[in-house]
């Protein structure tokens, strides 16, 4: 298009530079003579290459989908409490045996008779009675002791989720590239111009 458009100015300038040299020779022939004669001068359009930037492709925005991760984590659960068993004791007693005063010593009159068969009374010491007694006695009393049974734990498997299922955005920019075109820099014109012989 652009080789065209300075084709065509050319054939017009070697036209006109044509109907110049025919009207001189008129010019000439009918009497025009030095500064009394001008000469049509054409300038051809001026043409200049400019660089220009175009998009090969919009932004883009693509969106991907992340599944959700789970790991397996180990723990330990209780199964059994904790508990305590009494065991009692009981009470431990033995027998003791023991003197105890079954009379206390004291003086009685006695009346008896003599060789002689005469009553004679005097008084008599009796000396205390004793005697022995068993009985049970407490040597340590009843009690209770406790065992304790520690909890039982075993280890469990189960899953966890570390991170949720997200959208991950992505934008892709836009593509650009660049190219040369032709461009009118300034357009041909024509003037009038003296002649010089």
């Given at each position: 298009?652009?080789?065209?458009?300075?084709?065509r100015?050319?054939?017009?300038?070697?036209?006109?530079?044509?109907l110049?040299?025919?009207?001189?020779g008129?010019?000439?022939?009918?009497?025009?003579?030095?500064?009394?004669?001008?000469?049509?001068?054409?300038?051809?359009?001026?043409?200049?290459?400019?660089?220009?930037?175009y998009q090969?492709?919009?932004?883009?925005?693509?969106r991907?989908?992340?599944?959700a991760?789970?790991?397996?984590?180990?723990?330990?659960?209780?199964?059994?409490?904790?508990?305590?068993?009494?065991?009692?004791?009981a009470?431990?007693?033995?027998t003791?045996?023991e003197?105890?005063l079954?009379?206390?010593?004291g003086?009685?009159?006695?009346?008896?008779?003599?060789?002689?068969?005469n009553?004679v009374?005097?008084?008599?010491?009796?000396?205390?009675?004793?005697?022995?007694r068993s009985?049970?006695?407490?040597?340590?009393?009843a009690?209770?002791?406790?065992?304790?049974?520690?909890?039982?734990?075993?280890?469990?498997?189960?899953?966890?989720?570390?991170?949720?299922?997200?959208?991950?955005?992505q934008?892709?920019p836009?593509?650009?590239?660049?190219?040369?075109?032709?461009?009118?820099?300034?357009?041909?014109?024509?003037?009038?111009?003296?002649?010089?012989?």
């Amino acid at each position: 298009m652009v080789r065209s458009l300075t084709s065509r100015p050319l054939l017009a300038a070697s036209a006109f530079t044509i109907l110049l040299m025919l009207g001189a020779g008129t010019a000439q022939a009918g009497g025009c003579h030095g500064s009394a004669c001008y000469n049509l001068v054409t300038t051809p359009p001026v043409y200049g290459t400019v660089d220009e930037t175009y998009q090969l492709r919009p932004a883009q925005v693509q969106r991907h989908v992340v599944p959700a991760e789970y790991e397996t984590v180990t723990e330990n659960v209780m199964i059994a409490p904790a508990r305590q068993i009494p065991h009692h004791r009981a009470a431990v007693y033995e027998t003791v045996t023991e003197k105890v005063l079954i009379a206390p010593a004291g003086r009685r009159w006695e009346v008896t008779r003599d060789a002689w068969g005469n009553t004679v009374g005097c008084w008599v010491d009796v000396p205390a009675r004793y005697g022995y007694r068993s009985r049970q006695v407490e040597v340590s009393p009843a009690s209770v002791d406790y065992e304790t049974i520690p909890a039982v734990y075993t280890q469990r498997q189960r899953k966890v989720m570390v991170s949720p299922t997200r959208v991950v955005r992505q934008e892709i920019p836009a593509v650009y590239a660049t190219r040369q075109r032709q461009v009118l820099v300034s357009p041909g014109s024509q003037y009038w111009s003296r002649a010089r012989y």
